[in-house]
């Protein structure tokens, strides 16, 4: 009635009494207007959902630069026979950044293996994630619009190729907001000291306030910048500046309304107060066991900075973090238009150990089944050679898996063609793969909408659907109409 009498300004009114208040489409629509006020819908107090949830969080295993699904999770026996030899006539002809498509098929030197009672097919590459075959949902049928790293990565973020738009993470912490008022509500971690392509754009929130956008974790050192108190400064003291610091910030955000940046920055200062108490605690790795840390390989060289992302994602999620986000070989270290064989080997064995210890972890602890993981880079690689002996982008066909939250395992969906080229059956562009990951979390992709411009936008761009095949205890497709 709030919404519909009085232009709407009930609803107002509404929104910033109730923090959790019911998620309808008006009341989306109302709270979107581009206003920050405390505890409103555009905070991050906890909201309602729109249905029961599968899943409380998300860890995202982002592999950039473009893994090779012939060579991971989708063997393709017909690239032996064609090896050396130009792809045959009738498979579509496509665009591709390095101009590869009529170079010789390139045979896989991987040993392929069925694991678990599915029976999934595991490249020898990827020994210890075959060990957790039955908790694997694996989709070969991904495509995507991006034939370069800046558009793809950008699209497996944000559903756009274009920057501009709020990143997956930020959807989440918008629509659910978070249990822990004293850590962020979304973390973003990368493995080395190369930036991620893109950089904060990946995680940034675009049009939507910028309260919601991502926090990143150093590699080394401290894990969060600038949390530490100066010297000499107690919290008495640290608290009447923030509440003196907070008083004159409102002030000046007062007549400046539509500028989100200013709230974000009032609520940085203060969740960077709570942080100095309770995020030493939440990524101090001392208190683990010597067993916890061999899981996760961290004092294995190889894969002891992978290992540590993991492992923090886990205490992360423990403590109701809603999103984390561990990208592996920031700067696109998994494109290997050359040498695929020397790239791959070295990018496996350093994710391979801590991405199975993040799931034995996470089971053994009782979380995989309210923690969806998900594995995938931007895009996949050809079938075709590159200089003879690497792969170039594959957009139109790849492989992603997730893993808990309440998604069928031990399955695959959808396919490929016969030579790993295109997607061809159930094909799952990004966009449904980022309506499956909100559905799975208790959010409709058709209500959660934010307001921009006199548009109502989700992170579907109006396109995606919801693959009810992956879900526990669902057949068929979901489509717009539900």
């Given amino acids: 009635m709030l919404t519909q009498c009085g232009a709407g300004f009930g609803a107002l009114a509404l929104a910033g009494m109730l923090p959790t208040a019911a998620f309808g489409d008006d009341a989306v629509a109302v709270a979107s207007s581009g206003t920050e006020s405390s505890g409103g819908l555009n905070s991050l107090s906890p909201k309602a959902l729109h249905h029961a949830a599968k899943a409380k969080s998300v860890i995202f295993l982002f592999m950039e630069g473009g893994p090779s699904q012939m060579d991971t999770f989708d063997p393709k026996p017909?690239?032996?026979?064609?090896?050396?030899?130009?792809?045959?006539?009738?498979?579509?002809?496509?665009?591709?950044?390095?101009?590869?498509?009529?170079?010789?098929?390139?045979?896989?030197?991987r040993k392929w293996k069925q694991h678990g009672e599915g029976g999934l097919w595991v490249s020898d590459w990827l020994p210890n994630i075959a060990t957790h075959a039955d908790k694997l949902a694996v989709i070969r049928s991904c495509w995507t619009n991006g034939i370069n790293h800046s558009g793809g990565v950008c699209q497996m973020n944000t559903g756009s190729q274009f920057a501009g738009r709020?990143?997956?993470?930020?959807?989440?912490?918008?629509?659910?907001?978070?249990?822990?008022?004293?850590?962020?509500?979304?973390?973003?971690m990368q493995d080395n000291a190369?930036?991620?392509?893109?950089?904060?754009?990946?995680?940034?929130?675009?049009?939507?306030?910028?309260v919601y956008q991502g926090t990143e974790m150093q590699t080394k050192g401290d894990p969060f910048a600038n949390l530490k108190a100066a010297g000499g400064i107690d919290q008495r003291m640290q608290r009447t500046k923030l509440d003196f610091l907070a008083e004159i910030n409102r002030m000046h955000a007062s007549s400046?309304?539509?500028?989100?940046?200013l709230e974000a920055r009032i609520r940085s200062f203060e969740l960077a107060f709570q942080m100095q108490t309770h995020a030493p605690e939440a990524v101090d790795l001392a208190s683990e066991t010597q067993e916890t840390r061999d899981l996760y390989g961290l004092d294995d060289k190889?894969?002891?900075?992978?290992?540590?992302?993991?492992?923090?994602?886990?205490?992360l999620v423990e403590r109701g973090v809603r999103f984390i986000q561990c990208y592996h070989g920031s700067g696109s270290k998994w494109d290997a238009h050359s040498k695929i064989e020397s790239n791959h080997s070295k990018m496996c064995g350093q994710m391979d150990k801590p991405v199975a210890g993040l799931l034995a972890d996470l089971e053994r602890r009782g979380l995989l089944d309210e923690t969806l993981v998900i594995w995938g880079g931007e895009f996949g690689r050809t079938p075709m050679s590159e200089k003879g002996d690497g792969r170039?982008?594959?957009?139109?066909?790849?492989?992603?898996?997730?893993?808990?939250?309440?998604?069928?395992?031990?399955q695959t969906y959808g396919s490929t063609d016969e030579i790993g080229?295109?997607?061809?059956?159930?094909?799952?562009?990004?966009?449904?793969?980022?309506?499956?990951?909100?559905?799975?979390?208790?959010?409709?992709?058709?209500?959660l909408t934010y307001l921009h411009n006199g548009r109502p936008e989700r992170i579907d761009e109006n396109e995606g659907n919801v693959y009810k095949k992956l879900l526990s205890g669902n057949q068929g497709r979901l489509g717009l109409d539900g």
């Fill in 78 to 109: 017909e690239l032996e026979n064609l090896a050396g030899k130009p792809v045959p006539d009738g498979f579509e002809k496509v665009i591709l950044p390095m101009g590869e498509f009529h170079s010789p098929i390139l045979a896989s030197k």
């Fill in 166 to 188: 709020p990143s997956l993470g930020s959807w989440v912490s918008y629509g659910l907001g978070t249990e822990n008022e004293n850590l962020p509500a979304f973390v973003v």
């Fill in 194 to 210: 190369n930036a991620v392509v893109n950089g904060p754009r990946n995680w940034s929130t675009g049009f939507m306030p910028a």
């Fill in 256 to 261: 400046r309304q539509s500028n989100t940046e």
């Fill in 302 to 315: 190889q894969c002891a900075a992978y290992g540590r992302q993991c492992l923090l994602a886990r205490r």
């Fill in 392 to 410: 170039d982008h594959n957009p139109t066909g790849f492989t992603m898996w997730m893993a808990g939250g309440g998604v069928n395992g031990g």
């Fill in 421 to 447: 080229l295109h997607a061809v059956e159930d094909r799952l562009h990004v966009h449904d793969l980022h309506s499956t990951v909100l559905h799975l979390l208790g959010v409709d992709h058709r209500k």
